[in-house]
């Protein structure tokens, strides 16, 4: 195999480690999906606080964590565009690129309508034959496009859903290999003041069940895998310090509903081990969202283990200036991939930026010292520029 081509492959497959782990010296029991870069945080603001967004107040990257915020917005349009590097330390070329956008409805704005365009670029791979002679470039690519609706079903509470259209082409580096898949989101969102001493405060909670839907296989492959169904629920108090002083904290869970993969060291023969192999492949969508609550061999305590943790804290001054911090937890047995984030954010009623910074707890975390930078402009106040 050509130098080149077998680099560019590894580096692909360890893009990939964030979500599916990287085996070590200690067993990992790594729940793992196809289309792995629908889980990767888009914006910087969620991601300066550890990667959580499901609870958080509304802002125009809503789309992805939880578009029932959307409706509770206090802008009638907005749209942000996000760019996240991968192993930037290796190379320049492998990147989230996500596009989103809503636009409030309904006479008193309280529905909305969203969309957004992720795109997740591996790269370029030059190929080549057994002589060495180049095949030509290609570029192996995850994208999504999706459109959402929210509503406001009473003053304090609003849901949504998404419908989502999932492409995948590996074909550069895995035969000829492209996928297609649907899914859905299904999101709530509450939030409510509630008086904390002398101070009005808001209490926030959301919910997100993101990628409901079909299995996807690849090429002639007739064998299905199953793409990153999750639950996201969350909880934040945003408390008001003075008139212009305020600060946030908000908590996160997240499991994939995906049933746990059969591990051979739990099976005595190779035929029993395939068996289960058999059966977890044939395990429809549906069935597995269910099966995922109950079925890792290690009971309740792996299944607990399954859960990842997020932690945030926002500092904000006159709602204009933004300081965030955050901490995500992954059990050393499910990717071992732990880390703490900082960020920052500056809004102005045309715009606003977010940046954030990724330290890692572990080590061979892809986004490891990763400084992203998010972009989003309020239509509103660039309609007022124009009056």
Not at 7 to 32: D, E, F, H
Not at 65 to 75: D, E, Q, R, T, V
Not at 172 to 180: A, I, P
Not at 223 to 242: A, C, K, M, Q, V
Request: charged share 20%; net charge negative.
């Amino acid at each position: 195999m050509n130098t080149k081509k077998a680099k560019t492959i590894l580096i692909i497959a360890a893009s990939m480690l964030l979500l599916n782990g990287k085996a070590k010296a200690q067993k990992l029991r790594v729940v793992s999906t196809a289309v792995p870069s629908l889980q990767i945080s888009p914006d910087a603001r969620a991601a300066g606080l550890g990667d959580q967004g499901t609870s958080t107040t509304p802002d125009p990257y809503s789309q992805f964590w939880n578009l029932a915020k959307y409706s509770f917005m206090g802008s009638k349009a907005g749209f942000g565009l996000s760019y996240t590097p991968w192993l930037s330390k290796l190379v320049n070329d492998i990147a989230l690129i996500q596009a989103s956008g809503y636009y409030q409805i309904g006479s008193d704005n309280n529905q909305a309508i969203s969309a957004s365009v992720r795109y997740f670029t591996m790269g370029k791979l030059t190929m080549f034959d057994n002589m060495g002679q180049s095949m030509g470039e290609a570029h192996p690519n995850e994208f999504a496009i999706d459109l959402g609706y929210s509503r406001q079903l009473s003053e304090n509470f609003s849901m949504g859903v998404a419908l989502r259209y999932i492409h995948s082409d590996k074909s550069s580096y895995d035969g000829d290999s492209k996928g297609n898949a649907f899914a859905a989101d299904v999101a709530g969102f509450l939030n409510k003041y509630v008086m904390l001493g002398d101070a009005e405060s808001l209490w926030t909670f959301g919910f997100n069940i993101k990628n409901i839907g079909t299995k996807i296989s690849f090429g002639d492959n007739s064998r299905s895998s199953f793409i990153p169904t999750s639950l996201n629920i969350g909880t934040g108090l945003l408390y008001p310090i003075d008139e212009y002083n305020a600060i946030s904290f908000n908590v996160e869970a997240s499991k994939l509903l995906v049933p746990t993969p059969p591990f051979k060291e739990d099976y005595e023969s190779d035929e029993e081990y395939q068996k289960e192999i058999d059966k977890y492949e044939n395990t429809s969508s549906i069935s597995g969202i269910f099966k995922s609550f109950g079925d890792a061999k290690g009971g309740f305590s792996e299944e607990f283990k399954e859960i990842n943790w997020a932690l945030g804290a926002e500092y904000s001054y006159d709602n204009r200036f933004f300081l965030r911090a955050g901490y995500h937890y992954q059990s050393p047995e499910k990717c071992n991939l732990s880390y703490f984030t900082c960020g920052a954010g500056f809004k102005m009623n045309v715009f606003r930026v977010d940046a954030s910074y990724l330290i890692s707890t572990v080590q061979n975390n892809p986004l490891d010292q990763t400084l992203r930078f998010t972009l989003a402009f309020d239509m509103d106040g660039i309609a007022n520029l124009f009056k």
